[in-house]
């Protein structure tokens, strides 16, 4: 089965704090894509990252970090010294390297308070 | 902005009747991608047309149907509208035929309620 489980549904930190996003995925495919793409309240979503099942390292763009762990299936991310505008619900994605199909989690919401 | 556009922003349309939802993709892309996305979930794959001929699909039935244009434009054509239609309905163009692994440029979505 082509799963992604994001078990948070919401979480609720104060600006500053930083918050780790978690998700779970299951595929039998040896390759595959992962993303990550946050959708705020204006609906569009937007690209944040993109790996491949054989680059496992860490990455980091300024205050967002990715760790992909695959003995784990697990492709968690975190923002750093969150800010309000990081409000938004964030969803984790799969790529199947068997077909064109983009698998999604449910999302989590993120709620930064001031 | 991502360069992709949908319209109409919202529509509502009663049980039964026929809905067409448009996109117009980035100059240069020959890859759309259609999504539904109900309230509090991720999006669903519909399906993706790749130089005007679907290129996959997901599990929604015929009446879900699409067109894609050499202008980079492309349709979504629902029939029978049901009320578990009502969604947000999300169009994605990518350069090439994806196997997704091409970064989807997302427009901001069309509403749909249906009554």
């Known amino acids: 089965a082509q799963k992604v489980t994001q078990a948070q549904t919401e979480i609720s930190v104060v600006e500053k704090e930083d918050v780790t996003l978690d998700c779970v995925y299951e595929t039998r495919d040896t390759t595959y894509y992962l993303f990550w793409y946050k959708q705020p309240p204006s609906g569009e979503l937007v690209f944040l990252i993109r790996r491949n099942s054989f680059d496992e390292q860490n990455e980091i763009s300024g205050r967002y970090s990715w760790n992909f762990q695959k003995s784990t299936s697990s492709f968690n991310f975190t923002i750093t010294a969150s800010q309000v505008v990081d409000s938004a619900v964030y969803f984790c994605?799969?790529?199947?390297?068997?077909?064109?199909?983009?698998?999604w989690g449910a999302g989590t919401k993120l709620i930064i308070k001031p | 902005e991502t360069g992709v556009t949908q319209s109409p922003t919202h529509l509502i349309k009663t049980r039964g009747q026929q809905v067409t939802l448009r996109c117009s993709s980035q100059?240069?892309?020959?890859?759309v991608s259609w999504y539904q996305q109900a309230l509090g979930q991720g999006p669903q794959f519909i399906f993706q047309?790749?130089?005007?001929?679907?290129?996959g699909r997901g599990n929604f039935p015929p009446r879900f149907s699409g067109l894609q244009f050499p202008n980079y434009s492309s349709e979504l054509n629902v029939n029978a509208l049901e009320l578990d239609d009502s969604a947000l309905y999300l169009c994605?163009?990518?350069?090439?035929?994806?196997?997704?692994?091409?970064?989807?440029?997302f427009g901001p979505g069309t509403r749909l309620t249906v009554l």
């Open positions: 100059s240069g892309h020959n890859t």
């Open positions: 994605a799969l790529s199947p390297g068997s077909n064109y199909q983009l698998i």
């Open positions: 994605a163009s990518s350069l090439e035929r994806a196997r997704s692994y091409n970064e989807q440029f």
């Open positions: 047309y790749y130089r005007e001929e679907e290129n």
